[in-house]
């Protein structure tokens, strides 16, 4: 599944002269934890090597990202509104979202998005590790 998932990454880093001759300017990845990496389309190459990590060279830099801790990519700037450890969405990371994940814990019932979110720990799970994690991301560990 996982060399699939790459694989459509390579795909879409493909695509990227297209799009740069089609105005945008970035290519964007967007990691698992909402963070992002960009690259000027300018010049743009993307190598891969053994389906887990892609070179990425441009007009300016060269940088190897691990494609395992890429969510998606795509063309143009990404504000991410929510990062890793904001589990109610608010744009912070505090006690309230500790509390949402006890809500889920406990047996509460939240939308898709909120229980993507409460996984912190990307396990496919949300129990007392994530709780653990979201305290660890409070107290700057």
């Known amino acids: 599944m996982r060399k699939l998932s790459y694989l ?11 799009a740069h001759a089609a105005g945008e300017q ?3 990845f967007v990691k698992t934890d909402g963070s992002t990496i960009a690259f ?3 010049g743009l190459v993307i190598t891969y090597d053994d389906y887990a990590h ?8 060269s940088a190897t990202v ?5 969510d998606y990519m795509c063309y143009g700037d990404v504000e991410p509104s929510v990062f890793k450890g ?14 949402v994940i006890i809500g889920i814990v ?6 898709a998005d909120t229980l993507s979110r409460a996984d912190v720990k990307s396990d496919g799970e ?7 994690a979201v305290i660890a991301l409070i107290l700057g560990q």
């Open 8 to 18: 459509l990454l390579m795909l879409a880093a493909c695509a990227a002269l297209t």
């Open 26 to 28: 970035t290519l964007t």
């Open 40 to 42: 000027s389309t300018s």
């Open 54 to 61: 892609a070179v990425v060279t441009n007009d300016e830099t």
């Open 66 to 70: 691990d494609l395992i801790d890429v």
């Open 86 to 99: 904001d589990v109610n969405g608010d744009g912070e990371i505090n006690i309230a979202d500790i509390n």
């Open 106 to 111: 406990l047996g509460g019932m939240v939308d």
């Open 126 to 132: 949300v129990n007392i590790a994530d709780i653990n």
